[in-house]
C-alpha cells in the first residue's frame, strides 16, 4: 500500500524524461518479481498505450512537431506510471488484504461494495466486448469516428449502455445473492438487502 | 428415517407479481439424500432452492420449511448457477474463507475449514492462485468449496452441470457421491439429469410452480435424446458452390505462449450444419471470433461469406452471431424493432423490412409477442427473439455459440428443429459451439471435434 501511494507521488513528482524512463523500468521490474509475465503488463498498459498517442498527438498539435513531442511523452508516461502501481498492486494482492486496508478507512459494508465494483470490472470488460461484438454484426458501425459524432449517441447509448445496464443490475444481483447466502452481514445481525451497484 | 428437510404446504409469489411462482410445494429430503428437481424453465425450480435457502423476502409462511437440526455445521448453503458472478474474492483461499470469516469464525478453524474444503473437491494446492486463471471446471469447484467451508447439512445447487463440459460433469458427480457419503443431503436442480443418474435417489418434476409427480429414479426423457425424430442428415451440401466458411491452415497463440491454434483448417458449404464440438478451454468461441472478423488469426486464412480476411463492418448481413445469453444483444421498446434493427440500417423500403420481420418473428414463434417489450419476456422467448433479430437480415452463415444453456430439454429441440429449417429451407449455413457432445441430438450434417489446436476428427452421420 504505501509503496503504491510512493510510486504514484513519484510518478507525479519526477519531471525529467529519464527519471520518468528510470521509474518505469523499476515498474516492468516489479511485474517479473511478482511473478507476472509480459501478456499481464501488456494486458494493463495496452489502453494507456492510445492514451499516449492521443496525449502526445495533442501536444504536437499545439506545439508544433519537434517542440511538442517531449512534453506530450512527459505527460503521457506520468498517467501511465500514475496507475501502473495501482495495477501491479490489484494484481499481487489478495482480496482479503485490499478488503482490510480498505476498513481502515470506510466501514465494512463500504468497503465490500468499493472492493466488488473492482473486482468485476474486467468482468463487465468481457461483456461490454461481447455486446459491441453482437451489435457491429448487426451493422451498428463502431468506429472511433462514430463515437464522436454526437449524433450517434442516441444510438449508441440504445444498442450499448442499455444491454450493458442489464447485465450489469442481474450481475449485482447475483454477486448479493452470493454475499447474502454465506452470511454477508450476518455478523451484525442485520439483514443486507441491497444490491450492489456495478 | 427422520427426514432432515420438510417443507408443507409451501407457496410464494414475487411482491409485484400477481401469479404465485411455487403452489402448495410439500417435499422430504432425508440425510444423505440426493434429490433432483427438473421441470421446464420458469416452473419455479430456482426459486425452490432461494426459498429453502431462506433467500425470499416476505410472501411465504417461514415454517412451511422446516429443517430439523443435524451433525453438521449449518442447515443449507446453495451453489448458484453462473460460477463468475458468484466468486467474489480474487484468491482461492479468500473465496473460500468468504463465509466463515463473515460468520467470525476463530482463524483456526477458518484454516481447518479452508484446507477440507478445497480437498473436498480437489483444489488442494491452489490457495494462492487467483481466480481468474482458473479454468471453468475449477471455477465451478471452487463455488461448491466456498459452501461446503461451512460444512451446511443441506447444499442446494441450481443448474450446477450447465457450463461444465462431460469431464467436468464426472468430477462433480464424483465430488456429489463423496458428500452423500458423509450424509450431506442434496438438492439438484436442473434440465439434463442425465449425469446424475448414478448418484440421485429421487426425482422431483415441477410443473407451473407446484410438484407434477415424485419419482424415486430419473426417467429415460429427462436426458438428452441422441436423436431427434425431425433430425433428417441431408449430405447434400456437398455439391453445392464455393463455401462460405473456408479457413486454411491457421495459427494462433494465446496469451502466456499458449497455442490456440495449430494449423487448423475448416470448410462450410452453403446451407450445412457443422456442430463444433470441444472440451471447455479448447478456443472454440475464439475460432466463432475468427470467423468473424473479431479476432485475427497469426497466420492463415480465413474467407467468409466471399469477404477475405473478414472485418466485422463488412459481414454485418451476411454472417449474425447468437451468443450464450441473449440478453447482451436486446435493448429495442418492441419485439418487432428488435427484429428490425439490422434491416432499418441496410436501407431496404419499409414495406420490405416488415415483410422480412414479421416471416423472422414467425419462423421463430414470437410473432403473437410483437408489441411486447423484449425486457419482460421469459428467458426462453427473449433466446427466440434474439434468433428472429439475426435471421431477419436473411444472412448467409449464423454462428452460435453454447446456444443451450438456460434452455429446457424441450427449448433446446424446438431451437434444433428451427436450425434444421433455416439450413434446408433458407441454405443458411450454421456453425453451432458447444461442450456438449451430443447436443445437437442428430441434427447437424457433421459433428466436428476441437481438440490441441486442430479440429481433430469429423463424424457425419450415416443415412
Not at chain 1, 517542440?67 to 501511465?80: A, N, Y
Not at chain 2, 462433480?172 to 448418484?199: C, E, F, N, T, W
Not at chain 2, 428490425?340 to 423472422?360: N, P, Q, T
Not at chain 2, 418473428?361 to 411486447?372: I, N, P, S, T, Y
Request: hydrophobic content about 40%; aromatic content about 8%.
Amino acid at each position: 500500500m504505501l509503496w503504491m501511494c510512493g510510486m504514484c507521488t513519484a510518478a507525479c513528482m519526477v519531471k525529467s524524461v529519464h527519471g520518468l524512463l528510470l521509474l518505469l523500468v523499476v515498474h516492468v521490474a516489479g511485474y517479473f518479481l511478482a511473478r507476472l509475465g509480459v501478456s499481464e503488463l501488456w494486458r494493463d498498459i495496452r489502453f494507456f498505450l492510445i492514451q499516449m498517442v492521443i496525449v502526445t498527438g495533442l501536444y504536437m498539435l499545439r506545439d508544433g512537431i519537434p517542440d511538442g513531442i517531449w512534453p506530450g511523452i512527459r505527460t503521457s508516461l506520468q498517467v501511465l506510471l500514475f496507475f501502473l502501481p495501482g495495477a501491479l498492486f490489484l494484481r499481487t494482492t489478495p482480496s482479503s488484504r485490499i478488503m482490510s486496508s480498505l476498513r481502515r478507512f470506510m466501514p465494512r459494508r463500504l468497503a465490500f461494495f468499493v472492493f466488488i465494483s473492482f473486482r468485476f470490472l474486467p468482468y463487465f470488460a468481457g461483456e461490454f466486448h461481447d455486446i459491441s461484438m453482437i451489435q457491429q454484426l448487426r451493422g451498428v458501425r463502431l468506429t472511433p469516428r462514430y463515437w464522436i459524432d454526437p449524433r450517434n449517441w442516441r444510438d449508441i447509448f440504445h444498442c450499448m449502455v442499455i444491454p450493458l445496464m442489464v447485465r450489469a443490475i442481474k450481475t449485482a444481483d447475483q454477486a448479493a445473492m452470493s454475499a447474502v447466502a454465506r452470511g454477508f452481514g450476518k455478523r451484525y445481525g442485520k439483514d443486507t438487502d441491497s444490491g450492489e451497484a456495478e | 428415517m427422520k427426514s432432515f428437510l420438510e417443507i408443507h404446504g409451501m407457496s410464494y409469489s414475487y411482491p409485484a407479481a400477481k401469479a404465485p411462482v411455487l403452489r402448495d410445494i410439500s417435499l422430504r429430503i432425508h440425510a444423505g439424500e440426493c434429490v433432483c428437481i427438473t421441470g421446464p424453465s420458469g416452473c419455479g425450480k430456482t426459486t425452490l432452492l432461494m426459498a429453502v435457502q431462506g433467500l425470499l423476502k416476505d410472501g411465504y409462511r417461514p415454517d412451511a420449511v422446516r429443517i430439523h437440526p443435524s451433525g453438521f455445521g449449518l442447515d443449507t448453503g446453495m451453489v448458484f448457477q453462473n460460477a463468475d458472478t458468484q466468486i467474489l474474492c480474487t484468491t482461492v483461499r479468500d473465496e473460500t474463507a468468504f463465509w466463515p470469516v463473515n460468520l467470525g469464525m476463530p482463524p483456526d478453524f477458518i484454516e481447518d475449514a479452508v484446507e477440507s474444503a478445497l480437498h473436498e473437491v480437489g483444489l488442494a494446492g491452489f490457495e494462492a492462485r487467483h481466480v481468474d486463471a482458473l479454468s471453468a471446471g475449477q471455477k465451478h469447484r471452487l463455488t461448491i468449496a466456498s459452501v461446503l467451508s461451512m460444512r451446511p447439512g443441506l447444499i442446494l445447487l441450481d443448474e450446477p452441470g450447465a457450463q461444465l463440459d462431460a469431464g467436468g460433469k464426472e468430477k462433480l458427480v464424483r465430488i456429489l457421491k463423496r458428500l452423500k457419503y458423509q450424509g450431506h443431503a442434496l438438492m439438484i436442480a436442473d434440465h439434463d439429469l442425465h449425469p446424475y443418474r448414478s448418484v440421485a435417489d429421487g426425482c422431483v418434476l415441477m410443473k407451473n410452480g407446484g410438484i407434477d409427480r415424485t419419482l424415486t429414479r430419473i426417467p429415460l426423457e429427462y436426458g438428452m435424446p441422441d436423436r431427434l425424430p425431425e433430425s433428417v442428415p441431408d449430405h447434400s451440401y456437398k455439391t453445392f458452390g464455393p463455401p462460405v466458411v473456408d479457413v486454411r491452415d491457421i495459427s494462433l497463440s494465446g496469451s502466456e505462449d499458449r497455442t490456440v491454434f495449430d494449423g487448423l483448417s475448416l470448410q462450410v458449404q452453403q446451407g450445412e450444419f457443422v456442430h463444433l464440438y470441444g472440451i471447455n478451454g479448447q478456443g472454440k468461441s475464439t475460432l466463432l471470433r475468427c470467423l468473424c472478423g473479431f479476432a485475427r488469426p497469426d497466420s492463415g486464412a480465413i474467407r467468409t461469406a466471399d469477404v477475405d480476411s473478414p472485418r466485422p463492418h463488412l459481414l454485418a448481413g451476411k454472417a449474425a452471431l447468437l451468443l450464450q445469453n441473449p440478453q447482451k444483444q436486446i435493448f429495442e421498446d418492441t419485439v418487432f424493432d428488435e427484429a428490425a434493427f439490422s434491416l432499418k440500417r441496410s436501407g431496404l423500403s419499409a414495406e420490405r423490412i416488415r415483410e422480412r420481420v414479421m416471416w423472422a418473428l414467425e419462423f421463430c414463434e414470437v410473432r403473437h409477442l410483437a408489441d411486447r417489450s423484449p425486457m419482460m419476456l421469459s428467458f426462453g422467448e427473449q433466446h427466440r427473439v434474439a434468433l428472429a433479430s439475426v435471421i431477419a437480415a436473411e444472412p448467409r452463415l449464423l454462428l452460435l455459440d453454447e446456444p443451450f444453456s438456460g434452455l429446457d430439454l424441450d427449448q433446446r429441440r424446438r431451437l434444433l428443429t428451427l436450425l434444421r429449417q433455416l439450413c434446408r429451407d433458407r441454405k443458411v449455413s450454421i456453425v453451432m459451439a458447444s461442450h456438449n457432445p451430443g447436443s445437437d441430438m442428430g441434427c447437424a450434417d457433421r459433428r466436428l471435434v476441437l481438440a490441441d489446436g486442430k479440429i481433430t476428427s469429423e463424424s457425419g452421420y450415416e443415412c
